[in-house]
């Protein structure tokens, strides 16, 4: 027998959706019910794997409370079949969503959609999440494995059989269409929200969320960050301090939670130049054009690309990183980046006489 919804606007009669983009549709609407408050969409994104062949989910999704965490989304109706379309189609999702080239795509495109937006800044800001820390923390949640979510009008017993064979965790969520006979108007039935992390007691949770205060208050010191950064980190950093120490009318070493932002004064306003991680660096590139000469700009890009990893991804990345492997980059490496870093704060100083 088919459900009834009982409301003072009249009775609502359990309906079948008219096809998969109007349950895409609904989904699409209710993200933030779904998904959380600091969630953010991202609809069909064509993803790629190493082999080349491509596939497109509904959406991928990125969850930036507490831990984080990322959805791929596929919108399905129960009468698509399930070994034929449903787990075909989710299998090359996933595939594709291990080639690391997509990963880094996809840090790229939600970085850019949060730069794009200060709602979402102000978010990542709500959780303890300095500005120029939001694109290492979406980096760190995309290098974990996909949580695979699976909306759909009905739940087939095989479904729920392969989901619990999957490596990858897995959300089969159940959407209800109503309908109003009379009026034609229509109401959905939602589940409830998903949480990534286990519930806690209420006690338990309190004291969690103290301990997350502390910790968002915490910055990252110089001892910490020696201790933990590889050796071209820290040969960085020193070399940074010093070029800070010298011209410190237009430069400053600013610590984050787990970083060092290094950034420069230009009309009073300081822009981050680069980001210092213990392992990478981090150039925001598009800060460039806002304080420094054209050919002062020209002459720095063209001195790091002597460097062989910047060669290779400086042009193609709104935020070239330079990776502080020792076994990716030399002493020379180090020194050639330093000095182009100091040579540009010094075009600062010409600037202004």
């Not at 009249?10 to 109007?22: R, V």
């Not at 237009?250 to 004064?265: G, I, N, Q």
């Not at 150039?283 to 050919?295: A, C, V």
Request: aromatic share 10%; charged share 30%; hydrophobic share 40%.
């Amino acid at each position: 027998m088919p459900h009834l919804l009982i409301t003072k606007n009249g009775i609502y009669k359990k309906s079948e959706f008219s096809s998969e983009q109007e349950l895409e549709k609904v989904v699409m609407d209710n993200y933030r019910l779904i998904f959380g408050e600091y969630s953010i969409y991202l609809p069909q994104k064509m993803i790629t794997t190493i082999g080349g062949s491509g596939t497109v989910p509904d959406a991928i999704v990125l969850y930036f409370e507490n831990e984080g965490a990322w959805f791929v989304v596929e919108v399905e109706l129960a009468n698509h079949g399930v070994w034929n379309h449903i787990v075909p189609q989710i299998t090359k999702q996933l595939v594709a969503l291990e080639n690391l080239e997509t990963k880094r795509k996809l840090v790229e495109i939600f970085f850019e959609k949060v730069k794009e937006s200060d709602e979402l800044k102000n978010k990542f800001k709500e959780q303890g999440i300095d500005e120029v820390d939001i694109r290492k923390v979406i980096e760190d949640i995309i290098a974990n494995p996909p949580i695979v979510v699976i909306p759909i009008d009905k739940v087939p017993a095989d479904l729920k059989q392969w989901a619990q064979v999957l490596k990858n965790p897995v959300f089969i969520l159940e959407f209800e269409k109503y309908v109003n006979g009379e009026t034609g108007k229509v109401m959905y039935r939602i589940p409830e929200p998903i949480t990534p992390l286990p519930p806690i007691e209420e006690e338990e949770a309190e004291a969690s969320m103290e301990r997350k205060k502390i910790k968002k208050k915490k910055l990252i010191t110089r001892e910490e960050f020696l201790a933990r950064a590889t050796k071209p980190a820290r040969k960085l950093l020193k070399s940074l301090e010093e070029i800070a120490h010298d011209h410190s009318n237009y430069v400053k070493l600013v610590p984050t939670e787990s970083a060092f932002s290094f950034r420069f004064r230009i009309d009073s306003q300081w822009r981050v130049l680069l980001t210092l991680y213990t392992n990478t660096v981090y150039i925001m590139k598009d800060n460039l054009s806002k304080g420094f000469k054209e050919e002062a700009v020209e002459a720095f890009v063209r001195k790091i690309k002597e460097i062989r990893q910047l060669a290779e991804n400086y042009d193609t990345n709104t935020y070239p990183k330079l990776t502080l492997d020792p076994t990716d980059i030399s002493e020379d490496d180090i020194n050639l980046f330093a000095k182009a870093v100091e040579v540009l704060i010094k075009s600062l100083a010409e600037q202004s006489q």
